[in-house]
């Protein structure tokens, strides 16, 4: 798409955005930021503007065929099916099915199906913010020699889908457990070892605060890096994810020296009526009330990103990081209220 004079694009973000003072800080913020990203900022090779990404979540507790009929697959580029957990053993299957997931083979094989006819790169997100009960214990599968064979069995599971990779998802506790033991960029870089040869990906998504980052020494080994710019200020009320936090998380991980060209900025599509963490309610149900909320920020209570804050978000990565992340396409409006369809809209050639 054209591209605006700097000025413009900021004086039309931050009105719809925010308050003049905060303005002011976000693009004394942008600004600098600016500067940093573009000497970093690299091309891709899929048909977006300037090859960017856009990564689309699917929840495999939801009807996976419905989530996929209903989102516009020309305008993604990665698919990533949540979640699959290993079983005490570190195997991803048994007898043939997934060992925790709620995702059934025929869903998956469609996912795959879908998301490779439309140039998509389709990945296995693996392990999610909540442990499934009885899965296996990821602080003692990522130790040696345990790890070694949980990294086969990755490779094993991807290829009996036909996934393109593996999308790593640690969080938490257990997060900080095997970060702080190390073994938690071992595992990244045995798995990156074993599926770069085979043209698998190894990305990522992670918390954008200290205690629940990942460690630096792993940016290496990751293809992209989703950046969760969401749930912020866990049970308080407010905005959970804002456009002057995006920026700072963003930052963030520039100053550890992560490349720009690897970093996708996570947007979520709902908010939260009460305090983050509580009452969540997706963006189409928040439309379903009233058309005009997709266009605003807030609605009866309910705190969440509308059509403009997701143009705004979207703009600010086509220009500076690799793309964009969203949490979850199940729960996106459809036609004209679609916030894929706007990120679409900004990331037009």
Partial sequence: M????VSLCTILVFFTLGSCSKNEEAFQSEEALSKTLKS???SGTNTLAAGKI???YVPSWKNVQSVIDNSNLNILTHLNIAFFSPNSSGQMMVNGNPTFSDASNTEINYLVSQGHQHGIKVLASFSGGKIPTGSGNLVTLLQSPNRSALVNNIVSFLSFYNLDGIDVDIEGQ????VRDAGSYTLFIQELQAALQPLGKLVTCATLPYTSGMIPADSFPYFNYIHIMSYDNNWGQPGNHSSYSDALVHIKKFL???CPASKLTLGVPFYGYQGNVGTDSKAFKEIVALDTLAAYQDTYLGIKYNGIPSIKAKTRYAEQHIAGVMIWDLEKDAVGKFSLLKAIGEELAP
């Fill in 2 to 5: 054209k591209k605006k004079l």
């Fill in 40 to 42: 970093s900022v690299q």
């Fill in 54 to 56: 856009v990564v689309g």
């Fill in 174 to 177: 257990t997060l900080v457990t």
């Fill in 255 to 257: 100053d550890l020296n």
